[in-house]
């Protein structure tokens, strides 16, 4: 059975940092992908980062690069999402998912695309307040 768990969210203040937490169980393979997704309330979810587990290629929104830096352990099974110099706009429940059908030919353009991902955890809310 495929599992995804997310932790590290909480409440932080303007300016401040969190790194979240993506650990994968039951699932094998070469090549696939790990997104971050978020969705604020009232709005729909959206694709924040993403990483190509087998060679690591990278992809942000527009909205966060520069402030959040995803990464992978792979010994650890595990996708991290450091979030720094964070706004009231990144108030969201983030969830992370795989896409099992990625390979090293897929672009990064398409890492984002939520219908692409089939397994999803259950989020962690983060909150940017005063």
């Known amino acids: 059975q495929v599992q995804l768990v997310e932790s590290g969210g909480g409440l932080v203040q303007p300016g401040g940092s969190l790194r979240l937490s993506c650990t994968v169980s039951?699932?094998?393979?070469?090549?696939?992908?790990i997104g971050w997704f978020r969705q604020a309330p009232g709005k729909d979810r959206e694709g924040v980062s993403c990483?190509?587990?087998?060679?690591?290629?990278?992809w942000y929104a527009p909205s966060v690069k520069g402030r959040l830096t995803i990464s992978r352990d792979n010994a650890k099974n595990t996708v991290y999402l450091q979030m720094n110099s964070l706004e009231p706009a990144d108030t969201a429940v983030y969830s992370c998912?795989?896409?099992?059908?990625?390979?090293?030919?897929?672009?990064?353009?398409?890492?984002?695309?939520?219908?692409?991902?089939?397994?999803w955890g259950q989020g962690t809310q983060v909150t940017v307040s005063s």
């Open positions: 998912g795989i896409d099992p059908n990625w390979s090293v030919r897929t672009i990064m353009a398409m890492c984002p695309m939520e219908w692409r991902y089939d397994y």
């Open positions: 039951g699932f094998t393979s070469d090549h696939y992908a």
């Open positions: 990483i190509s587990f087998g060679d690591g290629r990278t």
